[in-house]
C-alpha cells in the first residue's frame, strides 16, 4: 500500500505548493479536488499543455481526481450539464494520468436506479479512456443498507472507500467491509470524534475510527492501492495546518502498513 493526501488539506495554497508538500513529506502521490472553483484542479478538457507538463515535473502520481459529479444527474442526452462535466473530468483524469475519478451517489433513496443508470453510463465514457470510476462511500451510501441496496441492483459498482463516513452514520467499518471487500480501489482515512451531534477531527488514533483494524482487513484483503489522508480543512478552517497534521498521518500510516 501507498500513501497520499487530498489537497482538501491546502485550501490556502496554489497546486504547485501543493505538489511541493507532498514530495517534501514523502509522499507517494497526491489526491486532487476538481471543482468548477478551481481550487486546485478546474473540470476542464483539454487542460494547457504547460499545466501539463508542470504536473509532470513533479514526477508524482495522482491516483484520483476527486470530483463532485453526482451520478444521479447522469439523465438526458449527451448536451446536458452533467453529461459535458462528466466528459470533461474523464478526459482531464487521463490526461494528468490519474488512474481513477471520485463521483457521488447523489439522489440514491429517492432513484437508485437513476444511481446505477449513471454509473454505467459514466463508465463506457471512462471506458476509452482507462480511468476507473469509483463512488465514495459518502451521504446516502455511507449507509450500509443503501449500499447493500446499491449492490443488489448491480454488482459492478467500485468504490472509494471511507471508514470515517460509515461511521458518522452509525454504520461500522466490519459491516461495511464485508459488503466492500474486493470492490475498493481508493481509500480516505481520517480520525475523528463526536460530540452534540457535530464531528471533530483528530490527530490518528485519538479518535473513534479503527485505523489499525481497517488497514489490517485491507492488506488480509490483498489491497495495494493508495491510502489517502483526507483533513478536510476545505471544509473546516479551523483545523490545524496540514503541515502539522500530514506527517502524524503519514508516520502512523506506514508503521500500521
Partial sequence: MRLCFTSLAY?????????????????????LRVAEDGIHLSP???????????????NL??????SYLRLSEMQGGDRTPAASLANNLVKLAAEIGA?????????????????????????RIAEDYDVK???????????????????????????????????????SHGEAFK??????WHVHLKDFVASEGRRFFTPPGEGVVPLPEIVSDLKQSGYVGYLSVEWERFWHRDLVSGDIILPLYRDYLRRLI
Fill in 11 to 31: 485550501p490556502e495554497l496554489a497546486l504547485a505548493e501543493v505538489l511541493e508538500r507532498a514530495v517534501i513529506m514523502g509522499f507517494d502521490g497526491v489526491e
Fill in 99 to 123: 488512474s481513477g475519478l471520485r463521483v457521488y451517489g447523489g439522489e440514491f433513496p429517492k432513484s437508485p436506479e437513476r444511481v446505477i443508470n449513471g454509473y454505467k453510463r459514466l463508465v
Fill in 61 to 66: 502520481p495522482v491516483p484520483v481526481l476527486s
Fill in 44 to 58: 476542464v478538457s483539454p487542460i494547457p499543455r504547460q499545466q501539463i507538463e508542470f504536473l509532470e515535473s513533479y
Fill in 179 to 184: 459488503l466492500l471487500k474486493g470492490r475498493i
Fill in 133 to 171: 470510476i469509483m463512488i465514495e462511500t459518502h451521504d446516502h451510501l455511507a449507509e450500509t443498507s443503501n449500499i447493500a441496496k446499491l449492490l443488489g441492483l448491480s454488482d459492478e459498482p467500485i468504490f472509494l472507500y471511507d471508514p470515517a463516513n460509515i461511521i458518522l452514520a452509525g454504520g
